[in-house]
């Protein structure tokens, strides 16, 4: 092998080491994510301070939040489930003298879940709206009165599920 | 003995399981009870009085929704129900109700604190307001708002809404199915107090006027739930708005929303609704269109229409193909011809009902995106417009005596020539306008309309023969939106099989690339569209197999390290090359020299 493809292979080499390196340092698998709702869907990132979000982290149980702390105290799921963790809000549109907040957070409501179409168990959101249910990996309808919705839960993952329970016309 | 302790212990856990259950049914009777929620149960039906609301019956509602706010947790799940939107709705301090004099309404109020009345006459004429207003829709042939039952009011709650900056809420409450009305809501309704504070006297209108427009405005709300839950935001705004005038034609305070739609018309018809930009509120002025030119049952027609239509997965139903199905099946039209004709009369202004508002309130006037001299060094101008949308041009001269307009535009424009007012017909194939006496005191007004439900249209119009060409839209890739239904979609298919999520981090990145590199350019959107198409039949197959996650996963790799590290990859891929012509240089010499038994 000649001196110029020894070089040119030890370069190559060494650039795709600095780049695993360079993207392991930055890789977030065991940190946790951060998820907030924006009005419509689950964005990244936390919300405002004093607003609620979502803490996720692969095979852990999720945890609603108002403010970021420095340690979270990881819960490990169970084999073979999975989470799904959302708001229920009612979606707020309008304002003639000034844009309406978007969505207003529903708080104590009962949620059924089904699966097969038997109801397995009825959770109830928090005072921020939020929920969080650890079920096995499967496909569930989960929702109050006329609003389900049909989500499918994953080993290890938290499937995140925004459900609009209501309405409100703001003028 | 052993056996009598477990009886024992059987008896017991058996008493206390029927104690709990029997105390649980009391608790919630009794809540049942003192909010007024009968329902249909027969244990309901056998402890409950059902006797009819007095004229007054005062009575402070506060302590209970505070005990119910405590037993919460104690009360059967349908209990719960029932009673969520005793929870949300507001608790008054010293909560008063008046039940109007036709029994359709009752009045939450309280004479203490910020939501304090002005008096018990203003509280009555709220209730004689709201009879007006219904009886006022039943004249006009449309369903009034849905209750939990035929003899219950509908709840109106007095409050201080000032602060909120807000005349009056319309809140969804409870299904209220029936077969002709599948998604029917019940709902009940914020007010403010009184109207006299300063926010709502920026068009010198009384508390009354506020008051009536606001009824008006808000109950049609409460009828749209009753029509179907689902209704689009923008187009019930649009009705109510519209509703203001049709029920309190003196007031006008609706004209000054439509400035901001005609200051900014080459937004879509169908935008969220908002008060800056016309969206919703705005665009009442084109129902008024379309009931001069069809009637006023038209809006009607398209309200019932929409009463029988699914919701698509839990999102609100897109009210534009309701109209444009509507206006063809029962009026012979089209919502294209419609919106074109519609945006022909901002300018033309001739309406033919309420015409004495037409001068004195001169807010709908059109508004020209640009004014150009056809003399001027760039005679050539180009317009992209989404979907139902329009553009006005002026042009006017300086010493020309003639004015030709080329213009060339993509399948969905319309376009119209005014001069002086007056409608100029375009010459033959629709490609030019021609002016022959056009001299400096003379304008002529152009008129740009995308009158289809695609964006991207484009037009193109000259003064100088030489138009640039332009060229039909590529059909847009719809991000689909996360709705409560799906906790997929998001874009980016495949990937988000692959990653479980369309949350996760990779994905993620692979959706900013979309946006930011693809959907920027042609060739990129096209791209974009084809992957739309035909991805989505290969992600569910990925989806079910955890094998072909993980191979697509690893295969996905490359692709998410060059978006996250592109600079390191551009070196990468030139080291590679680099290599790749070393080694094919060498390897020809290396065979020659074996062939030839060389060292």
Request: charged share 15%; glycine share 8%.
């Given at each position: 092998?000649?001196?110029?493809?020894?070089?040119?292979?030890v370069l190559f080499i060494g650039t795709l080491l600095s780049t695993s390196i360079y993207a392991a340092s930055k890789r977030q698998a065991d940190a946790w994510n951060y998820y907030h709702f924006d009005g419509s869907a689950f964005v990244p990132g936390p919300a405002g301070e004093g607003t609620a979000f979502v803490a996720v982290l692969e095979k852990v149980r999720p945890v609603v939040l108002t403010a970021q702390t420095e340690q979270l105290e990881p819960t490990a799921l169970p084999d073979d489930s999975g989470v799904i963790a959302g708001i229920c809000y009612t979606q707020s549109s309008g304002g003639k003298l000034g844009d309406s907040s978007r969505f207003r957070p529903y708080p104590r409501v009962p949620l059924q879940v089904f699966s097969a179409g038997k109801q397995l168990v009825t959770i109830q959101t928090d005072d921020n709206g939020y929920f969080v249910v650890v079920l096995p990996a499967g496909i569930y309808s989960v929702g109050s009165g006329s609003f389900t919705a049909d989500i499918t839960v994953e080993r290890g993952i938290t499937t995140l599920a925004p459900l609009r329970v209501g309405k409100r016309m703001v003028d | 003995m052993k056996r009598f302790f477990a009886r024992l212990t059987l008896g017991i856990i058996t008493l206390f399981q029927l104690s709990a259950t029997v105390t649980a049914g009391t608790l919630d009777d009794y809540y049942l009870q003192q909010f007024g929620e009968t329902g249909n149960t027969q244990l309901q039906k056998s402890v409950l009085s059902v006797s009819p609301e007095t004229a007054e019956p005062a009575r402070c509602g506060?302590?209970?929704?505070?005990?119910?706010?405590?037993?919460?947790?104690?009360?059967?799940?349908?209990?719960?129900k029932v009673l969520a939107k005793q929870l949300a709705a507001p608790t008054l301090s010293g909560e008063q109700t008046y039940l109007s004099p036709s029994g359709k309404f009752k009045i939450h109020y309280t004479t203490t604190g910020t939501d304090a009345v002005p008096s018990l006459s203003w509280v009555q004429t709220v209730a004689q307001t709201f009879d007006d207003v219904a009886a006022s829709y039943t004249s006009r042939q449309w369903q009034l708002a849905p209750t939990a039952g035929s003899s219950v009011p509908y709840d109106v709650y007095l409050l201080d809404l000032a602060p909120q900056k807000l005349y009056g809420v319309t809140n969804s409450d409870q299904s209220a199915s029936t077969a002709s009305h599948p998604n029917a809501f019940t709902s009940w309704m914020e007010l403010d107090n009184n109207f006299t504070d300063l926010i709502y006297k920026t068009g010198s209108y009384t508390s009354l006027q506020s008051l009536q427009i606001t009824a008006a405005?808000?109950?049609?709300?409460?009828?749209?739930?009753?029509?179907?839950?689902?209704?689009d935001i923008w187009y019930a705004e649009a009705t109510s708005t519209w509703m203001e005038d049709e029920l309190y034609d003196s007031v006008n305070q609706l004209y000054s929303y439509t400035t901001n739609w005609f200051t900014q018309s080459t937004l879509s018809m169908d935008i969220d609704a908002s008060t800056s930009n016309g969206g919703g509120y705005g665009r009442w002025i084109f129902n008024r269109y379309l009931a001069e030119k069809h009637g006023t049952d038209t809006v009607r027609s398209f309200w019932e229409s929409l009463a029988?239509?699914?919701?698509?997965?839990?999102?609100?139903?897109?009210?534009?193909?309701?109209?444009?199905?509507?206006?063809?099946?029962?009026?012979?039209?089209?919502?294209?011809?419609?919106?074109?004709?519609?945006?022909?009369?901002?300018?033309?202004?001739?309406?033919?009902?309420?015409t004495a508002e037409i001068t004195s309130v001169p807010l709908h006037a059109y508004s020209p995106v640009a004014s150009y001299s056809i003399n001027s060094s760039?005679?050539?101008?180009?317009?992209?417009?989404?979907?139902?949308?329009?553009?006005?041009?002026?042009?006017?001269?300086?010493?020309?005596?003639?004015?030709?307009?080329?213009?060339?535009?993509?399948?969905?424009?319309?376009?119209?020539?005014?001069?002086?007012?007056?409608?100029?017909?375009?010459?033959?194939?629709g490609a030019s306008y021609v002016v022959g006496s056009f001299g400096t005191?003379?304008?002529?007004?152009?008129?740009?309309?995308?009158?289809?439900?695609?964006?991207?249209?484009?037009?193109?119009?000259?003064?100088?023969?030489?138009?640039?060409s332009v060229t039909e839209p590529t059909p847009t890739a719809t991000t689909p939106i996360a709705t409560s239904s799906s906790s997929g979609g998001g874009g980016c298919f495949i990937a988000t099989a692959a990653y479980g999520s369309y949350l996760h981090p990779q994905v993620q990145q692979l959706r900013d690339f979309r946006d930011r590199f693809l959907l920027t350019n042609a060739p990129g959107r096209a791209f974009v569209a084809f992957y739309y198409r035909n991805s989505p039949p290969l992600a569910d197959f990925i989806a079910r197999h955890s094998v072909l996650r993980t191979v697509t996963r690893l295969a996905l790799t490359p692709l998410v390290l060059a978006i996250a590290y592109p600079l390191m990859t551009v070196i990468s891929m030139l080291l590679m090359a680099a290599l790749f012509l070393e080694m094919s240089r060498r390897i020809p010499e290396v065979r020659l020299r074996r062939r030839n038994n060389m060292p």
């Open positions: 092998m000649s001196r110029m493809t020894t070089f040119l292979l | 506060t302590p209970l929704k505070h005990g119910l706010r405590r037993d919460w947790k104690r009360l059967q799940s349908s209990t719960q405005h808000e109950y049609h709300h409460a009828i749209q739930y009753g029509y179907n839950y689902y209704f029988s239509v699914s919701s698509p997965g839990g999102d609100d139903i897109p009210m534009t193909p309701v109209l444009e199905s509507v206006l063809t099946s029962k009026y012979g039209n089209s919502l294209g011809n419609d919106f074109f004709g519609f945006a022909k009369r901002v300018y033309i202004r001739d309406w033919s009902t309420h760039n005679k050539t101008h180009s317009v992209t417009l989404p979907h139902y949308s329009f553009a006005y041009y002026d042009l006017t001269t300086s010493g020309a005596t003639s004015l030709t307009i080329s213009i060339n535009k993509s399948s969905g424009i319309q376009t119209a020539l005014f001069k002086n007012g007056s409608e100029i017909p375009a010459e033959t194939g005191a003379d304008k002529a007004v152009l008129l740009i309309a995308n009158s289809t439900g695609s964006d991207g249209h484009s037009a193109s119009f000259s003064t100088n023969g030489s138009p640039a």
